[in-house]
């Protein structure tokens, strides 16, 4: 069954936030990050999808990649700036702040370009759609992912 249904942006980044916060997400994240090309905040989206009882098709993930491609760009750049920094000085601390404002508003692109998608209701996780998505296989990953997720 479709949905007709407007997500909000600030309960998404407040979920993502405590999500990213749980023990063993934000190292399977990033891990998903290096190894795949993964957007983490997509991987999040998935899940947070799934607490709803929704999930988006592989399409709505492309629609989604294409509608979020500058902000997306904007924030790797910003952190690979940072990366490049020691983290004890004054000048790493103000580029994680300005990478934390853009992921906030890679964010608000992301619902709402989810709120243009049909999102269906069901009881089964997006994950599987966004690496459709992205042509990624990585079964081992997703287990671990949907696992340590299923902890939360």
């Known amino acids: 069954m479709s949905l007709d249904k ?3 942006a600030s309960t998404f980044w407040q979920y ?6 749980q023990p063993g997400v934000k190292a399977l994240c990033l891990e998903g990050q290096e190894r795949f090309g993964l957007n983490v905040n997509l991987v ?3 899940h947070w999808l799934y607490q709803q009882q929704c999930t988006l098709e592989t399409e709505g993930f492309n629609n989604i990649k294409d509608a979020i ?4 760009e904007q924030v790797i750049s910003q952190r690979r700036k940072r990366q490049g920094l020691a983290k004890a000085t004054p000048e790493y601390k103000l580029c ?4 934390l404002v853009l992921e906030k508003q890679l964010q608000q692109d992301i619902i709402k370009a989810l709120n243009e998608q049909t999102v269906t209701l069901a009881d089964r996780h997006s994950l599987p759609h966004y ?4 042509k ?11 696992n340590c997720f299923s902890h939360r």
């Open 69 to 72: 491609r500058v902000t997306g």
């Open 16 to 21: 993502s936030c405590e999500l990213y916060a």
């Open 44 to 46: 999040l989206l998935c």
């Open 136 to 146: 990624v296989t990585a079964a081992d990953w997703m287990n671990n992912l949907l």
């Open 6 to 8: 407007c997500f909000d």
């Open 131 to 134: 690496l459709a998505a992205e």
């Open 96 to 99: 994680l702040a300005r990478e």
